[in-house]
């Protein structure tokens, strides 16, 4: 069994005078990133690995989520495919992964990651809202299978989700 967190990254700052690679969180985005992270790990979730986009404001976001988890931002592992990656990369970014892992965390963004949501068939979205988690188990042993497995909606949460 694998279970998979999509998450969104944090609100960005669009007024910043940068390129969208090196666009940072704004001040939502950093009250966003704590609070759901403390959410997901109030669910007693094991995570075996942080994969992230390498734009700034992901990678923010994923190092924001690893502290909460109280792991080192070295350990995430930065996958350049993910920057405004289409759904099929999310697929293939999953089938590379190593088997020995069970539980991953995946930060990137819209449009794309909305889209591999819904792409899974567990579940309709309309929009994954900034900093939201989409959780999904897939019946698998190895990451290879995630195309074809049987795959089980877990839980959809947002920061503007009242609990």
């Known amino acids: 069994m694998k279970t998979i967190y999509l998450i969104r990254h944090a609100k ?5 005078d ?6 940072p969180l704004n001040d939502r985005g950093k009250r ?7 959410r997901l790990k109030l669910r007693n979730v094991d995570i075996d690995a942080f994969v992230s986009s390498p734009a700034k404001r992901a990678l923010k976001t994923a190092k924001i989520f690893a502290a ?3 792991l080192q931002h070295e350990q995430i592992v930065q996958i350049p495919e993910l920057y405004m990656a289409p759904a ?3 697929y293939s970014v999953l089938e590379s992964l190593d088997n020995s892992l069970s539980s991953v965390l995946i930060f990137s963004h819209n449009n ?11 579940a309709r979205i309309d929009n994954m809202p900034t900093c939201s988690v989409f959780a999904f188990t897939v019946e698998a042993e190895s990451w290879v299978q995630i195309r074809t497995a049987l795959k089980q909606f877990v839980f959809f949460d947002y920061p503007k989700n009242v609990t």
């Open 12 to 16: 960005s700052d669009w007024g910043a």
């Open 88 to 90: 099929a990369t999310f």
């Open 32 to 38: 966003d990133a704590p609070v759901m992270a403390r």
């Open 68 to 70: 909460e988890f109280s």
């Open 112 to 122: 794309g990651i909305t889209e591999f949501a819904n792409s899974l068939g567990i």
């Open 18 to 23: 940068v390129d969208d690679f090196d666009r």
